[in-house]
């Protein structure tokens, strides 16, 4: 073989690369420590992040007092088109924090939230303002991008 020449073609070397950049992104850090919430941001970076799942996923951002995220922490993984959590499973990881951010995928790939997930929404809010503790948003991922719960008016 000479030098600067390969015995992979160059299609498979793109997907190879391809392939290595995904797993990059999703074994990267979500956010830097102690970065504040920013929706605009975090958004698109979950979106990116659970982009290629076949299963809804439900996880969590928990924040300080100023709002930066000290933690995401998964919650619950669910079938094709549900993820069923409780209030309760949420609201015991968030005991800690001041404020929480709910994130779940579609993979249907709708951003729009569905109205199971007013409805959940809405349930979490008030037994999360009984904790005292702020639900700060929810958002549904879909591929490549995402909506806020609250920038919508459901928060």
Known sequence: MQAGTSDIPRRDATRLAAAFELARRAIAPLAEPLERFDHTVLGLRLAARYTLDAQERLGVLLLDTRGRIISERAVFVGSLHSATVSTRDVLAL???AKGVVVFH??????????????????????????????????????????????????V
């Not at 997930?117 to 958002?139: P, R």
Request: proline share 4%; hydrophobic share 40%.
């Open 105 to 154: 995928n579609h993979p249907s790939s709708d951003a729009q939230p569905s109205r199971d997930d007013v409805v959940y929404t809405s349930k979490l809010a008030s037994a999360a303002q009984l904790l005292d503790i702020d639900l700060v948003d929810h958002l549904v991922l879909a591929r490549r991008r995402y909506s806020s719960m609250k920038a919508e008016g459901f």
């Open 94 to 96: 968030a005991l800690t």
